[in-house]
């Protein structure tokens, strides 16, 4: 028994880990869409979408074995993020070569709206995370006789738990990015760049999901993607930083 809970312990970490490594590019996401309100909303905007992520993650375990059958979830989520970051990119290049008289103030999102645009994006982000945490969970040996949602007990209270942490992970991390941003004003040109890369990933899950098949299944998950996504982001991220500490310092 005690090798058995040893095991489960361990498949934690792993999968606490491994959520923290998709809340880092989900919490910039996060970060950009409610950067625009006013500081005492962005928090409650964040509070509000981890709990609608908490709720939404504890019933997808449920229906997980429905959700995997939906390509459309991630090429919506994809299509989206794309969209925001082009539109972003194209607005700022646009602005940056017209005469300051003739630019127009951009309308933005109430607080509502922008609450509900972080739970369609944890939406996207959850089901790439829900099934990464099946494939661990269910290497596991049964824990007691009954099953929740098709899964056993022992399993799904693991999968349950590094969900959990991996949602307030990410809020918190987006949260720092918020203060990054408002610090760094020019990292605002790269966080977008991180969305649209993003949302990129959801693109390349949904096209490899096995009801297209447009490419191999297990390309999203090979090495050589997730080390090329990693190093673009952190490339993206880094160059973003050097060049935001290179312009505050021509302003100080």
Same mark, same amino acid.
């Given at each position: 028994? =005690?090798?058995?809970?040893? =095991? ?5 970490? !792993? ?10 590019? *989900? ?16 928090? +409650?905007? #964040?509070?509000?979408? #981890?709990?609608?992520?908490?709720? $939404?993650?504890? &019933?997808?375990?449920? #229906?997980?074995?429905?959700?995997? *059958? ?22 700022? $290049?646009?602005?940056? *070569? =017209? ?18 645009? !972080?739970?369609? &994006?944890?939406?996207? $982000? ?11 969970? !269910? ?5 007691? *006789? ?27 991390? &987006?949260?720092?990015? !918020? ?69 505050? +310092?021509?302003?100080?």
């Amino acid at each position: 028994m =005690e090798a058995i809970l040893l =095991e489960y312990a361990w498949v934690l970490v !792993v999968l606490i880990v491994l959520e923290g490594l998709l809340a880092a590019d *989900n919490a910039v996401v996060m970060a950009v869409m409610v950067k625009h309100l006013p500081k005492e909303q962005q928090q +409650k905007a #964040l509070l509000y979408g #981890l709990v609608g992520a908490f709720v $939404f993650r504890f &019933a997808a375990l449920f #229906l997980i074995t429905i959700l995997v *059958n939906f390509w459309q979830i991630q090429a919506i989520g994809a299509a989206y993020l794309l969209i925001m970051s082009g539109k972003h990119l194209y607005d700022t $290049f646009k602005g940056n *070569n =017209e005469p300051d008289e003739i630019k127009e103030p951009k309308k933005k999102s109430g607080f509502w709206m922008t609450v509900v645009k !972080v739970e369609l &994006a944890d939406i996207a $982000f959850a089901v790439d995370s829900i099934l990464a945490a099946v494939a661990i969970a !269910v290497t596991l040996p049964h824990l007691g *006789n009954f099953d929740i949602g098709g899964i056993n007990a022992g399993q799904f209270s693991v999968m349950f738990l590094g969900g959990l942490i991996g949602v307030i992970m990410m809020r918190f991390a &987006a949260r720092w990015f !918020v203060k990054v941003l408002d610090k760094f004003p020019s990292l605002e040109t790269a966080a977008f760049l991180i969305v649209g890369w993003v949302g990129v990933k959801l693109a390349v899950l949904a096209l490899a999901h096995e009801k297209l098949g447009i490419i191999p299944h297990d390309f999203p998950h090979s090495t050589l993607w997730k080390t090329t996504f990693w190093i673009v982001l952190l490339a993206i991220a880094l160059g973003g930083y050097l060049i935001g500490v290179k312009n505050q +310092k021509k302003h100080a």
